[in-house]
């Protein structure tokens, strides 16, 4: 079975900068997708922020691509989502999730596994 654990969430002002951690336990393959989702208090549903394959590819949300770099940390087994540049409307939780044989990435219910999630709070 695999657990996700996000950690890293908190309150910055705008223009600040956060790191999200996703830590991965349990067996899980190596060409498993691996992305990060938010939602935002006034939404229902979870938008999609970025993903990295298992082969190392990256892709993002045009609303945080130039500021959010989402990379892996094989030594410490965790997602990594580097956050700089942030703006009030990027206030939302942040879940991690994972996923195998993910057709499109964007979508929440193409991911097996998620997290619990970590808030991110934005002020300007």
């Known amino acids: 079975q695999v657990q996700l654990e996000e950690s890293g969430g908190g309150s910055v002002q705008a223009g600040g900068s956060l790191r999200l951690s996703c830590a991965v336990s349990?067996?899980?393959?190596?060409?498993?997708?691996m992305g990060w989702f938010r939602q935002a208090p006034t939404n229902n549903e979870r938008a999609w922020v970025a993903?990295?394959?298992?082969?190392?590819?990256?892709t993002y949300a045009d609303s945080v691509k130039g500021r959010f770099t989402i990379s892996k940390d094989n030594a410490q087994n965790s997602l990594i989502l580097q956050m700089n540049n942030l703006k009030p409307e990027d206030t939302a939780m942040y879940y991690c999730?994972?996923?195998?044989?993910?057709?499109?990435?964007?979508?929440?219910?193409?991911?097996?596994?998620w997290g619990k999630g970590t808030q991110v709070t934005v002020s300007t």
């Open positions: 349990g067996y899980i393959n190596r060409q498993i997708s």
């Open positions: 993903t990295m394959e298992g082969d190392g590819r990256a």
């Open positions: 999730a994972a996923g195998s044989m993910v057709a499109d990435r964007a979508a929440p219910y193409e991911y097996n596994y």
